[in-house]
């Protein structure tokens, strides 16, 4: 699943070629993906301005004229921009399990369930694959917007996310530290990949209970889940499969992962194997020797 630094590279990449672009037209499908009537997208959307394109943990929120509308890319969702003048990709390079790999500028398919026809010609892709995606439509004064991202904590990279609060909410909790990394209750934005990532920069197993975390311990693990996110955003993100940005080129950060996705590899600290288990019913990846239990 796409987290925070995909989600922000996919809104850096889009951002400087959608803003203030006037939406001529909208096609969208009748999938499970949209959380309102999809033809309604189709009759208030065009017209409109794109003023902006902010982020909230992991959704986009494109800001128009007279409404909000938010994505999230779930599993396997992809946010492109595609240039009619260019040469689409002849083909997807397919993974077995999840269906798109990899790709460059595409044509519309099956799975693509929305798409943005821009003034300039151009249009914004949504393509999802196993369906996961979400995207919501809000008008300026409509509370469901708020109430959507209420039940969110704050974000890692902003002013909002302090150590007072970290270290509080924390509090005395019997559940594994990863699983608490990953509610996005507690932190919005962080998932399995930079949840593992944080904790070996940590030096903290993250099967270990917070309860018998030290404050140090804690400290570590609030410094350095956002020091791994402005890593992964630097990188372009993380590609194990299915994210790509808005170009559909893929990420960087997978060439720099010290622990995920490298089970039976040597570690690069210590020479240890990097070991795999299971935590919040998430495949976990950790260093047995600099992450003690």
């Known amino acids: 699943m796409p987290e925070l630094p995909e989600v922000e590279t996919i809104r850096r990449g889009l951002l400087p070629k959608i803003q203030g672009q006037r939406i001529e037209g909208i096609a969208a499908d009748g999938s499970k993906v949209f959380q309102m009537a ?7 959307l065009p017209g409109q301005t794109i003023r902006d394109l902010q982020r ?3 959704y986009l929120i494109f800001e128009l004229d007279h409404h909000r509308l938010v994505v999230h890319l779930g599993m396997t969702g992809q946010l492109t921009l595609r240039n009619p003048q260019a040469k689409d990709a002849d083909r997807f390079l397919r993974h077995p399990v999840t269906g798109l790999q990899r790709t460059r500028q595409h044509a519309p398919d ?4 929305l798409q943005i026809h821009l003034e300039d010609g151009k249009s914004v892709l949504f393509r999802d694959v196993r369906k996961f995606g979400k995207i919501y439509l809000f008008e300026d004064s409509e509370e469901g917007m708020m109430t959507l ?8 990279l902003s002013e909002s996310y302090t150590l007072k609060e970290f270290l509080e909410k924390m509090g005395t909790r019997k559940l594994p530290v990863k699983s608490l990394l990953l509610d996005q209750r507690f932190i919005a934005g962080v998932g399995n990949i930079y949840a593992d990532e944080a904790l070996f920069e940590a030096g903290v197993h993250p099967a270990r209970r917070v309860l018998y975390l030290r404050k140090y311990e804690k400290i570590r693990i609030f410094e350095t889940v ?3 996110l402005e890593r992964g955003i630097r ?5 194990i499969s299915d994210f790509v940005d808005s170009d559909g080129a893929t990420g960087g950060f997978q060439e720099k992962l010290n622990v995920y996705g490298r089970e ?3 570690c690069y600290r210590c020479d240890s194997l990097i070991l795999k288990t299971r935590v919040a019913q998430r495949g976990t990846h950790f ?7």
């Open 235 to 239: 990188a372009g993100g993380t590609t």
């Open 110 to 113: 099956r799975h693509t369930h």
């Open 38 to 44: 999809s033809r309604s997208l189709g009759k208030q």
């Open 287 to 293: 260093c047995p020797v600099c992450q003690k239990r």
């Open 56 to 58: 909230r943990a992991k």
């Open 149 to 156: 991202f209420s039940r969110l904590g704050p974000e890692p």
């Open 264 to 266: 039976g590899q040597r």
């Open 226 to 228: 956002p020091l791994v």
